[in-house]
């Protein structure tokens, strides 16, 4: 009898919580199905709409569906200008193109990832512990995608890398040799917010500080110069808000563990000291890549001049590129390994967020993207600073961590590849922090029928 009456007690215990937060499913779905491989060979699939792109569309279906059901966050004035003047800047950029057709589906991929996926994210979002479960997603995407890094490393299985296939690329394969290095990043950026958090329980902190230091091995050994240094300036971020005494402590662990990986057991110690030098050397002795790159942002700054005002258009930088590139330029990048054959890749973008936004859709653009994103930076770091927020500052942490990684790696890098879709979930999150609900305390679900 007792077996059989906790059966049922079971099923109504995991129906209460199912009910609560069943809106942050096609959330977590967004996040984690890009623990789906890519086909073995398939370096196109990157510009496909896979798997999370379409749980990303379903979120946004849903946060649809309980707005007219009155059942999300209230957003304020200024929450509804920084999420939805990128919306009119992409439009205007889409119809001066000189082929609006040719510009709809950047026009359909910006909106998915700069204005549907943040605002599904910032309304449906409604209180701390749901923010904390959406972030648990990334450490779970960025361990499973690291250990599979880790195994390609050991086994040589990875991308082709100085001639070897070493380089941990997880399951995305080649073809985004960035993919995995940027979703380890998130983990590793979300749980070292949460090893510094001091709000959070002790055993968490631990569990949290755990998964920090295993996430370091995996992003090393991407070889990717931008992931690392991103996460070196959002880790710097996160731990002088958290105070400096905790800092010191994961100082302290991140050194030793490198004197090990490094130093003892010889994880790629030359190929990792190398690549760090090559940080240092990339204006006196620039490798193709970095020349390709250089030569690429100065031809999205020849785009604007041309077009100062709304840009080329979007898409547009492939076709006018050559028009206003330098004979430095290459052909395309090299990749093979992972399971596929030699290819060249073509270049695309060049490589730097702003610069492909000024570019494509010029200060109009750049004033809607940019001018948000400095809005909302501005804002979550006076929210931070808040005393009324003190007991949620864990979301901050995690938060601002995550949206300064971001905006550092825009530097060095676009949007595309499968994991593009994380950006819009992680300005959902920052816009989150830095936008509360009007009239909601911090860290409580919305009273109402947003609660219900």
């Known amino acids: 009898m007792s077996l059989a009456a906790a059966g049922p007690a079971r099923i109504t215990d995991l129906a209460g919580p199912l009910r609560r937060h069943w809106p942050l499913l096609p959330l977590a779905a967004t996040v984690l199905f890009l623990l789906a491989p890519l086909p073995a060979g398939d370096a196109t699939a990157s510009g496909k709409v896979g798997p999370a792109d379409a749980a990303s569309l379903l979120l946004a279906f849903v946060c649809g569906v309980q707005a007219l059901r009155g059942r999300v966050r209230r957003l304020t004035p200024l929450g509804v ?28 991929r910006y909106l998915q990832v700069f204005v549907l996926v943040p605002a599904a994210v910032v309304l449906l979002v409604r209180d701390a512990r749901e923010f ?18 880790v195994a390609q490393f050991a086994t040589h299985t990875g991308a082709s890398y100085q001639g070897e296939d ?8 080649p073809g985004d040799v960035m993919g995995m290095a940027t979703v380890v990043a998130y983990g590793l950026i979300v749980a070292t917010a949460a090893a510094l958090a001091p709000g959070l329980p002790a055993r968490v902190r631990r569990i949290a500080g755990g998964c920090a230091l295993v996430l370091v091995v995996p992003l090393v050994l991407s070889f990717s110069r931008g992931a690392w240094i991103a996460t070196f300036g959002a880790a ?33 110690s030359e190929m990792v000291a190398e690549r760090l030098a090559s940080i240092t050397q990339v204006s006196s002795a620039p490798d193709q890549s970095v020349t390709d790159r250089y030569t690429m942002w100065a031809a999205a700054e020849s785009m604007w001049r041309e077009r100062p005002v709304v840009g080329v258009g979007l898409k547009g930088f492939p076709a006018h590129r050559d028009g206003h590139s330098s004979l430095g330029l290459s052909s395309g990048s090299d ?9 060249k890749q073509p270049l695309l973008s060049p490589h730097n967020m702003y610069l492909l936004v000024l570019g494509e859709q010029g200060l109009t653009g ?13 804002a979550g770091l006076r929210r931070y600073a808040d ?16 949206f300064v990684w971001q905006l550092t790696d825009f530097l060095y890098a676009d949007i595309g590849g499968p994991s593009t879709v994380l950006t819009g979930v992680i300005i959902g999150l920052a816009a989150w922090w830095a936008l509360p609900s009007p009239g909601a305390g911090p860290g409580r679900a919305l009273q109402g029928p947003a609660a219900r």
């Open 81 to 108: 200008l920084v999420l939805g003047a990128p919306a009119v800047g992409l439009a205007v950029s889409t119809v001066t193109a000189g082929d609006p057709y040719a510009a709809l589906p950047g026009f359909v």
């Open 132 to 149: 904390r479960i959406a972030a648990g997603c990334f450490v779970v995407l960025a361990l499973v995608q690291g250990a599979v890094g």
């Open 166 to 173: 070493i380089r941990a690329v997880g399951t995305f394969g």
């Open 236 to 268: 710097l971020l996160v731990m002088g808000l958290a105070g400096v005494r905790r800092a010191l402590k994961v100082l302290v662990a991140l050194a030793a563990l490198g004197v090990v990986l490094v130093g003892g057991l010889g994880v790629g």
């Open 335 to 343: 990749t093979a390994g992972a399971g596929q054959a030699f290819i």
């Open 366 to 378: 750049l004033l809607a993207l940019g001018g948000g994103w400095a809005a909302l930076l501005v």
């Open 387 to 402: 005393r009324s927020a003190r007991g949620i500052r864990d979301c901050g942490l995690v938060a601002l961590g995550l």
